[in-house]
């Protein structure tokens, strides 16, 4: 009786094994059956990359006064604990002890091209992580069009201002 149940048991096992060749597929770029029109192939999915495809950044939008509000909206929510409101490298972070990051200011971020700024914000740079995670693509650009604002509203000479621009300072 125990020899007939595991028999019957093996019976059942190999009955509900199949090889996975003979089961219905649709193998790639084939005609899917029944598909809305029959004589177009497979298309890949929007947004599907190939392997080895290196894509690199967007490219940076041009500058408006939306994207600078963007920026300035993502820098003090994601930059400004370490690099300050103003990116004089003393945020919130810095005055509890952290390693403070360079200042915007400095001569050497003054000149780094965008493609800089965008690296180390999808990659790091020192103690600072990745914010590829975090900071979306269109929010990198912002925020580093709003960085170059606060470079070249510190940056700029008093005798380069409006007589307007100059009585607001007063």
């Known amino acids: 009786m125990r020899a007939a149940r595991l028999v019957l048991l093996c019976a059942l096992l190999a009955a ?13 770029y084939e005609v899917y059956p029944n598909a809305a029109n029959p004589l177009r192939p497979m298309r890949s999915p929007a947004g599907t ?6 894509l690199g950044p967007p490219p940076p939008p041009a500058v408006t006064m939306a994207l600078l509000q963007r920026g300035q909206q993502r820098f003090d929510i994601d ?3 370490c690099h300050g ?8 972070v810095v005055q509890r002890g952290f390693p403070a990051p360079p200042s915007y200011h400095i001569e050497r971020l003054r000149q780094a091209p965008i493609q800089h700024y965008y690296d180390v ?15 979306s693509p269109e929010d990198r650009w912002a925020i580093i069009a709003y960085i170059r604002a606060l470079q070249a509203a510190e940056d ?3 005798s380069q201002l409006t007589p307007a621009e100059r ?4």
């Open 156 to 158: 700029v000479p008093v």
């Open 16 to 28: 509900g094994c199949d090889n996975m060749a003979n089961q219905p597929k649709v193998n790639p």
């Open 167 to 170: 009585a607001m300072l007063q």
């Open 121 to 135: 914000i999808t990659n790091g740079y020192g103690v600072m992580y990745s914010y590829a995670q975090r900071v």
């Open 49 to 54: 990359v190939a392997r080895g495809q290196e």
């Open 85 to 92: 409101f103003a990116g004089d490298a003393d945020g919130m």
């Open 79 to 81: 930059c400004a604990v």
